[in-house]
């Protein structure tokens, strides 16, 4: 059941103990003393509002970088992730499988102040062997919630 109560919270931070409890058929101290835990314990780790900047005029850029590097003697990836993790702009920070090390994401004003960060901070660093930015056009969904469109007419139909 404490499962349960965390899938809860990482659909809606929002929801209030009675909620959760009423959804689970718990007790309502035994849902908070729960929380209280997983928030001292750190396996809740924060809560967050999820907001459509595009909806709000926002014209920044979201970039993804992709980031090879040379591990650390006897660190592997752990500091240079917690140094990538340092930078004010870095969103996320990701270690890989794959073609590349390291995944960050970022948020900038503009394509240059992205393009500026990833040559100015990430690309000059002795370990960092290359790096591939990508930026994100749009968003459909992100953490679990649609993006939608409410206008009908759309460029292409639905197909369903």
Same mark, same amino acid.
Do not use: C, W
């Given at each position: 059941m404490k499962n349960a109560i965390l899938e809860l919270l990482e659909k809606d931070a929002k929801m209030s103990a009675e909620q959760i409890a009423s959804s689970l058929d718990m007790k309502v101290e035994d849902v908070a003393a729960a929380i209280e835990e997983y928030e001292e314990k750190d396996i809740i780790a924060g809560y967050k509002t999820l907001i459509d900047w595009?909806?709000? &005029?926002? $014209? &920044?850029?979201?970039?993804?970088? =992709?980031?090879?590097?040379?591990?650390?003697? #006897?660190? #592997?990836? =752990?500091?240079? @992730?917690? *140094? !990538?993790?340092? %930078?004010? $702009?870095? $969103?996320?920070? %990701?270690? !890989?499988? &794959?073609?590349?090390?390291? @995944?960050?994401?970022?948020? #900038?004003?503009?394509? *240059? $102040?992205?393009? &500026?960060?990833?040559?100015?901070?990430? @690309?000059?660093? =002795? %370990?960092?062997?290359?790096? @591939?930015?990508?930026?994100?056009l749009k968003k459909f969904k992100d953490k679990g919630v649609m993006y939608t469109n409410t206008e009908k007419n759309q460029e292409r139909g639905y197909a369903f």
């Open positions: 595009d909806k709000v &005029g926002d $014209e &920044g850029v979201t970039a993804l970088i =992709e980031i090879k590097v040379v591990p650390q003697r #006897g660190q #592997g990836f =752990e500091r240079i @992730a917690e *140094r !990538m993790s340092q %930078y004010e $702009e870095v $969103e996320s920070v %990701y270690l !890989m499988s &794959g073609a590349y090390d390291l @995944a960050i994401t970022i948020h #900038g004003k503009t394509l *240059r $102040e992205v393009a &500026g960060f990833v040559s100015d901070k990430i @690309a000059p660093l =002795e %370990y960092v062997t290359s790096t @591939a930015t990508h930026f994100v």
